[in-house]
């Protein structure tokens, strides 16, 4: 499976891109999409979905130009879009038969493939009730169910983790993992804690540009050294941000433990490992 996507734009409008001359390369395994909201990625996404078409580039999946040939990508395409809508009448059953019918798959698998699904994730105990009665993360699980429905080898999740709670994202990063083994898995996130330790590589985006990309490891090199901690007096707050890149702070006894990015530590600093998190906010704020 090779995913590229060359130089690719989409313009809103007379001036405006929600995605500008971006290119990306994806092969097997997990690609994490972080960045914060408009940045681009729900325009990329569909884009890659077939669901909109590019205004300039080309998107090619094993060669074969997606915005020219549709049904090449959609055949193998698991998609749950960031505004997935759900019937509300309809139960956990009807709904997934009622997706597998638009999407062509039937045949005497599909109940199995169905109980499987809801099955693992978590959902069996009310697939005979209306989905309207359902919570927001069980909502979203009935998306990502109906995303894996065709067996998929590129699967598209954007902002999945929306609405699920912490069991709940454990049980999707568990499946997502099992997933990857074979298949193309995208996910998007304005959240760094869904993509660490789940996501291969890592995409940062920001005003629809690609800022950086790589397996986690070369993202977090970017801030190698440049993280630190110091104690300031709570007052002082205001004035720290304006000279350094502050990550986080945390009360100490009437003062602010504060983790910070600079090139040179102030005195009384210590130096702190680099995380994904640290360089998600350094990319995003420098670039
Ligand atoms: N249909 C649209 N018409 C005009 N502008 C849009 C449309 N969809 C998205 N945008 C704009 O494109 C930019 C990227 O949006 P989006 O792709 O939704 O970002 P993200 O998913 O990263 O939050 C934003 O500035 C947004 O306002
Ligand atoms: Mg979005």
Request: aromatic residues 6%.
């Amino acid at each position: 499976m090779k995913l590229e996507i060359q130089n690719v734009s989409k313009k809103y409008g007379k001036d405006k891109y929600g995605v500008r001359d971006y290119s990306l390369t994806v092969e097997k395994g997990i690609l994490g999409l972080l960045g914060p909201n408009g940045a681009g990625k729900s325009t990329l996404l569909k884009m890659i979905a077939t669901v909109s078409k590019p205004t300039n580039g080309v998107i090619t999946l094993n060669g074969n130009d997606v915005a020219k040939n549709a049904n090449y990508m959609r055949n193998q395409l698991g998609f749950l879009p960031q505004d997935f809508g759900v019937y509300p009448n309809l139960n956990a059953f009807e709904f997934l038969e009622y997706m597998a019918a638009l999407k062509g798959v039937g045949g005497e698998n599909l109940r199995p493939r169905i109980e499987g699904l809801l099955e693992g994730l978590n959902l069996m105990e009310s697939a005979n009730k209306p989905i309207g009665t359902y919570s927001g993360g069980m909502k979203q699980r009935i998306g990502i169910a109906q995303a894996l429905l065709n067996d998929p080898k590129i699967v598209i999740f954007d902002e999945p983790t929306v609405g699920l709670d912490p069991e709940e994202r454990v049980r999707f990063r568990n499946l997502i993992s099992d997933l990857a083994d074979e298949c193309i898995v995208i996910l998007s996130s304005h959240i760094v804690s869904d993509i660490d330790t789940i996501a291969d590589e890592v995409a940062i985006m920001k005003n629809g540009n690609l800022l950086s990309k790589g397996n986690q490891s070369e993202v977090v090199e970017l801030v190698k050294d440049k993280v630190f901690e110091t104690t300031i007096p709570r007052e002082s707050l205001s004035d720290f941000k304006a000279n350094y890149l502050v990550v986080s702070t945390a009360r100490k006894d009437g003062n602010l433990k504060v983790r910070y990015i600079s090139d040179k530590p102030i005195e009384n600093s210590t130096s702190n490992e680099a995380n994904l998190e640290d360089a998600y906010l350094y990319i995003t704020k420098t670039k």
